[in-house]
């Protein structure tokens, strides 16, 4: 079993995540983070700020595309403010592929009855039916790698509905779609994308998705400096990301590299996880001439690497980096950004 | 639980969707489904979906109520296999 991804909402705006690679259909009405009791995905003994992404009416939107996977599961925590929107076009989640315009998905076939109803490709698999105005956690185990799709839904914990489609696209790329689907306010609180390897069943079972901020310098390679201050973390570990502040290696050549840890993750998460399924660790970026990668681990293990990124001058560059290696409810977790 | 044949229908996104009769004219069928359905066949041929349905689900016109005898019939294996 393996996280692939995954992302917690934050403070972050539209233009913000949109520079990032979200990417927002409709402009207007509400687009924004919001948090409250009855906003959040959390738990009782959690004692940070949780946040979730507050939308209106078919204002809905696209992960960033390079963390989809052709073949794995995605699940995602959603609330829908007083009732679902009732559209084929506004998903609550849909794994949508690249190049085509079908995916896997589910949306609300009536709005009245909370009826919602799960879609492979282009033939209806199922429906089930959802109640608004309450938390609930929601997957799709999804194969559109091959030109016969395949799929099962699941929400909170059981599965619903499954389906196959044939004659569709063979897909490598594809991305993740939701939002806008409650009359007055869809939220959505985080993400987890798994790879292949993770059971329908495992992937389905809900898991709260926390963001943390590393705490700790562990290390540099090459001579970083903060724009502020004299910590690395100090600039890095904002929440929401601030592009005001970072740290900066003037002469970067190959192997540079920058390195903050979370040592104190029970302290974040308010208890010690009975498990930690992944880390994910997220890096934004700028610069000439160069390349880069996240990277991640649990202290005691190895780097795992992230895809390598050009940044450019004219804005930030998003790369990311997941383990699900190692990780125990008392990790130290090692978030690293190098040079190539 | 009850089986039935819907008549399919294109959207206008192109999804296949059970349709009903409505004055000769087959229209969208989807508001009237209620949560629990489970398709066991789309059958493209026909076109028409094999619905697995619970009890509360009204049989629309254009629609077929069938035995699970009767769709194994029709579709071998399919309920039950």
């Known amino acids: 079993m393996a996280v692939s991804w995954s992302w917690a909402f934050g403070l972050e705006d539209v233009a913000t995540l949109e520079d990032m690679g979200w990417f927002y259909h409709v402009s207007g009405s509400t687009r924004e983070p919001q948090t409250g009791a009855d906003k959040v995905y959390s738990y009782p003994a959690f004692p940070g700020t949780k946040y979730s992404w507050a939308s209106g009416p078919v204002r809905d939107f696209n992960f ?20 679902w929107y009732q559209s084929n076009a506004i998903q609550i989640i849909g794994a949508m592929e690249g190049a085509g315009t079908r995916g896997c998905r589910m949306y609300c076939s009536n709005t009245a009855s909370n009826t919602i109803t799960c879609v492979v490709g282009d033939v209806v698999a199922g429906t089930f039916t959802l109640t608004p105005d309450d938390w609930h956690y929601l997957s799709i185990n999804y194969d559109i790698s091959t030109t016969t799709w395949d799929a099962t839904f699941w929400a909170n914990g059981a599965q619903v509905a499954s389906g196959s489609n044939s004659g569709r696209n063979a897909n490598t790329t594809g991305y993740y779609r939701t939002g806008g689907f409650s009359t007055i306010l869809a939220l959505n609180a985080q993400i987890i994308v798994y790879d292949s390897g993770t059971t329908a069943s495992d992937a389905a079972a809900p898991m709260y998705c926390t963001r943390l901020t590393p705490n700790a310098d562990t290390s540099e390679t090459g001579t970083w400096a903060p724009s502020v201050g004299v910590t690395n973390i100090g600039v890095t570990a904002g ?12 002469t970067p050549s190959s192997g540079d590299n920058v390195v903050t840890e979370v040592n104190n993750l029970v302290a974040q998460l308010g208890l010690t996880a009975g498990i930690v399924r992944g880390a994910t660790n997220h890096t934004y970026s700028s610069g000439t001439a160069v390349q880069a990668f996240a990277s991640v681990k649990d202290s005691g293990g190895v780097y795992v690497d992230g895809d390598t990124i050009t940044p450019d001058v004219a804005d930030t560059t998003y790369a990311w980096a997941t383990t699900a290696t190692g990780l125990t409810g008392t990790s130290t977790i090692d978030c690293k950004y190098e040079i190539v | 639980m009850k089986y039935v044949y819907a008549p399919s229908i294109v959207d206008s996104d192109g999804l296949n969707i059970p349709a009903k009769d409505a004055g000769g004219e087959l229209v969208s069928a989807m508001e009237d489904l209620v949560g629990g359905i489970n398709t066991l066949k789309f059958d493209s041929n026909e076109p028409r979906y094999v619905l697995s349905c619970p009890n509360e689900q009204s049989i629309e016109p254009g629609w077929t109520e069938r035995t699970a005898e009767e769709v194994n019939t029709d579709y071998p294996g399919l309920v039950g296999g």
């Open chain 1, 64 to 83: 960033p595309a390079a963390p989809f996977v052709p073949t794995g599961s995605v699940a995602v925590a959603v609330k829908a403010d007083t009732s």
């Open chain 1, 239 to 250: 929440d929401p990301l601030d592009t005001a502040t970072f740290t900066q290696e003037a």
